[in-house]
């Protein structure tokens, strides 16, 4: 099993931006990869970003395209998430996931949420 701890979200200003990190521990190593995922309230989950651990192949929402960027750091068994150009529709709980591939249906195991608000 492995466990997921996101954190660095906040409250920013429309076109700022932020950096989210999510801390894996336990079985990572069982993994194929990481993404994140968020929600709005009353919406659904929506997929944002994936990452391998192996390679870093990267997969994206067409919604953050040329905004946001995923990485990852395999010794600090760290995922990152970088926005920048935020919008207010960014604003959503933002969740860390582990999975066995890049699509968003491949995703299994979750972290608790931190929370992004964007104002206007």
């Known amino acids: 099993q492995v466990q997921l701890v996101a954190s660095g979200g906040g409250l920013v200003q429309a076109g700022g931006s932020l950096r989210l990190s999510c801390a894996a521990s336990?079985?990572?190593?069982?993994?194929?990869?990481m993404g994140w995922f968020r929600q709005a309230p009353g919406k659904e989950r929506e997929f944002v970003a994936a990452i391998t651990w192996i390679g870093g192949n990267t997969n994206y929402a067409d919604s953050v395209k040329g905004r946001f960027t995923i990485s990852r750091d395999n010794a600090k068994n760290t995922l990152y998430l970088q926005m920048n150009s935020l919008k207010p529709e960014d604003t959503a709980v933002y969740f860390c996931a582990a999975g066995w591939g890049l699509q968003p249906s491949r995703f299994n195991s979750w972290g608790q949420g931190t929370q992004v608000t964007v104002s206007s």
């Open positions: 336990g079985r990572t190593f069982s993994y194929y990869a």
